[in-house]
């Protein structure tokens, strides 16, 4: 890989409900607008070599409709985290709270995923993303993927609760870049720590 289009996926029924899912067998599908987004990402950011998604609904079809010609490989490394007993409940539900509180090894209530392993898991990906040997790469993730990456390529380590990501904008950043961002969060998750 030499150029990476990184983009959060495009507005989903539960996103447009304000509702959180990190369950990728519940089916959740693109909303209109959201389908009318994915294809302004492709538009956008013009041509990849391949798509790489989550395994979740929604990743997937925004990689389809914004490059419906190009090749699409899911990676279940960069699954949304699991949520727990936060799953399908709203942001302001009880989620936000836990996010301000808790360390990045504490698990999700109710069986979810530490953010601490979410972030060694969504490692892995972004070390497959960069190992592609198509020389233009899409990822089409989940809000936290672009967030910790944006927050690394300023050279911050992840933080407890992330900034929002809009849906479905291309964010173009070169291999060199996009590697010493990977670093940066590889770094903080061998010994994971909120500033």
Do not use: K
């Not at 490989?73 to 699991?82: C, K, P, Q, R, Y």
């Not at 836990?98 to 490692?123: H, K, Y």
């Amino acid at each position: 890989m030499r150029r990476l289009i990184l983009a959060r996926h495009a507005e989903s029924e539960l996103n447009a409900a304000g509702l959180l899912n990190g369950d990728a067998s519940v089916v959740v599908a693109l909303t209109e607008r959201g389908r009318e987004q994915a294809r302004a990402l492709g538009r956008d950011a013009g041509a990849v070599d391949v798509a790489v998604h989550t395994g979740f609904d929604r990743t997937r079809e925004t990689a389809e409709l914004a490059w419906p010609s190009a090749p699409r490989v899911a990676d279940a490394d960069l699954n949304e985290i699991s949520f727990g007993w936060f799953e399908g409940t709203a942001w302001g539900d009880g989620y936000h709270d836990w996010c301000r509180t808790a360390g990045p090894l504490d698990p999700c209530p109710g069986e979810g995923e530490s953010r601490a392993d979410a972030i060694r898991r969504f490692v892995g990906g972004y070390r497959a993303v960069l190992a592609r040997p198509e020389e233009t790469v899409a990822l089409v993730a989940h809000g936290a993927h672009v967030a910790y990456v944006l927050l690394a390529l300023g050279g911050q380590a992840p933080v407890p609760v992330l900034p929002g990501i809009p849906p479905a904008v291309p964010i173009l950043v070169g291999r060199e870049r996009f590697a010493e961002a990977v670093e940066l969060i590889e770094a903080w998750a061998r010994e994971p720590a909120w500033a």
